[in-house]
């Protein structure tokens, strides 16, 4: 066990004398210490306040902390070092240390260290769903929902390691036999958002170990406590030292992001976050050709799930004339029927947002609406108290040149718009320079299959606004990105090489 758990365990009695010879380090400590608490996980050690490289929690050479607040309360939960840019490069070059020996594990081995994780995330489930609650702010049952979701990448990535085919291609020379195998690429900088703290990182860290590669990754500041508690959990399942290094950053991000993307050692970047962000990540990661996965920018599930705060929900919604009227009326009942509050009240269904620019741009879209016309079934303002909670709320009449109609608003803001035929809606629709999911409902098999086709987005969900699994290829097109994550995604993380066996 290491150091700082062994600590967690130690009754501290601080006599005048002995506080005197304290050392800010030992300061430090005991604030750590104490901070344990503020979760009320069965497991304490699970909670880490030091950055993780080379197999060491570690904290940052110049001594800066990023303070870590719950959106639900804004009570400080605790801090966790401001890395920079030397540290992400001992982060790098540990990751590449490590991949010679890592690279070399059968992919047997692979798999079964990577189902005692899955193994450890199941047993710890309440924990690490707290954590993401606290941190993240969504209702419990839906960080549970998410710690299932994030295991069950470790599962299927577990089983694809040992599903990485070659294959013998006919040769044209009767003195050749062509061979094709897969190699993993090598080091890999995952660059995550925090809407799903722990399921966007074990969507991209589970193929990458499968695959062989090894990893650094920039947790997003406002909830890094779910990616050290991930770590904690693969050390223990037998994940080798430098295999995985957590860099937490905030007000470096800018010199340690360059640093992930344009370092040679690194040779692939996968990034979820908005577009102007991976726009940026992606001319870096340019400079040397690396290889790259971007992920960018019913109703009441794919628009108000984690409180609008997800990279497919519903930014703006089409209904057909003939039920505009009933529907808008149906689903604002639905909506004011919602229990905002603390996710960890066992009757919230929706919490807060994340912090105070999100709440800056839902009310930025809603008074933009308004002011071109739309009219407020529900909701449309800040709710009152410490937390960063926004009602939910449902626009009807909604003009396309409004700005949620433009823009991701990344809040619970419903905006219906009317149209009257299939071949309007497809072109609203289409008219937008992004594209990761679009959702419909229909009766009618004919257009089932038409619209499918016809939208320009990455993913479709027919009469479901559920679509995520670990299963699929998920991802988007035009400027909402570029790969696919989950489903055979360990192909993002490997090298096809080509041998040709001569002189036979």
């Excluded at 650094?216 to 959990?233: D, N, R, Y």
Aim: glycine share 8%; charged share 20%; aromatic share 8%.
């Amino acid at each position: 066990m290491p150091p700082t758990h062994r600590l967690i365990s130690v009754p501290l009695v601080f006599t005048p004398t002995l506080k005197s010879r304290l050392t800010p380090r030992h300061s430090l400590f005991r604030y750590r210490m104490a901070s344990t608490s503020v979760f009320g996980l069965k497991e304490s050690s699970l909670i880490h306040n030091q950055a993780y490289i080379d197999g060491k929690w570690i904290d940052a050479k110049e001594g800066g902390v990023i303070k870590v607040t719950n959106p639900a309360t804004a009570k400080e939960l605790g801090t966790v070092p401001e890395l920079g840019l030397e540290e992400t490069k001992q982060a790098i070059s540990a990751a590449s240390k490590a991949f010679k020996t890592w690279s070399k594990t059968t992919a047997k081995q692979r798999h079964d260290i990577l189902l005692k994780w899955y193994a450890l995330m199941r047993e710890h489930s309440d924990d690490l769903a707290r954590l993401i609650t606290m941190e993240n702010g969504k209702p419990f049952a839906e960080a549970k929902g998410e710690n299932a979701y994030s295991a069950s990448f470790i599962e299927w990535f577990a089983e694809e390691a040992v599903r990485t085919y070659g294959e013998v291609v006919p040769s044209a020379f009767t003195n050749i036999r062509n061979v094709v195998v897969k190699q993993p690429i090598g080091v890999v900088s995952i660059l995550t958002p925090w809407n799903f703290p722990s399921a966007m990182i074990t969507r991209k860290l589970g193929a990458a170990l499968a695959a062989g590669c090894t990893a650094v990754i920039k947790p997003p500041p406002e909830t890094p406590f779910s990616a050290l508690a991930l770590v904690e959990l693969a050390t223990r399942a037998g994940v080798p030292p430098g295999v995985i290094n957590v860099v937490t950053t905030q007000a470096n991000v800018n010199e340690v992001g360059r640093e992930m993307c344009e370092n040679t050692a690194v040779k692939k970047v996968s990034f979820t976050g908005s577009t102007p962000v991976a726009k940026m990540l992606y001319g870096l990661a340019s400079t040397t050709l690396k290889k790259v996965s971007i992920e960018a920018g019913g109703v009441i599930a794919c628009k108000f799930r984690g409180t609008g705060q997800t990279c497919v929900c519903a930014n703006r919604i089409y209904v057909q004339s003939s039920v505009y009227a009933e529907f808008a009326s149906r689903l604002a009942e639905k909506v004011a029927a919602f229990k905002v509050g603390n996710g960890l009240d066992k009757d919230t269904t929706h919490g807060p947002l994340i912090h105070e620019r999100a709440i800056e741009k839902v009310q930025k879209h809603v008074d933009d609406a308004l002011q071109q016309g739309a009219h407020l079934l529900l909701g449309g303002k800040r709710l009152p108290g410490a937390g960063s909670f926004f009602a939910p709320t449902v626009l009807s009449d909604v003009p396309p040149t409004a700005l949620v109609n433009q823009e991701e608003t990344f809040g619970p803001l419903a905006a219906l718009t009317k149209f009257e035929t299939e071949e309007e809606v497809i072109r609203m629709a289409n008219d937008t320079p992004v594209g990761l999911a679009g959702y419909f409902y229909s009766r009618d098999v004919g257009r089932v299959w038409r619209v499918a086709e016809a939208l320009e987005v990455g993913m479709v969900g027919t009469n479901t606004g559920l679509i995520s699994q670990a299963v699929i290829p998920f991802g988007g097109i035009k400027e909402s990105g570029l790969g696919r994550e989950g489903g055979h995604g360990i192909e993002e993380y490997m090298n096809i090489k080509f041998i040709a066996f001569g002189g036979l």
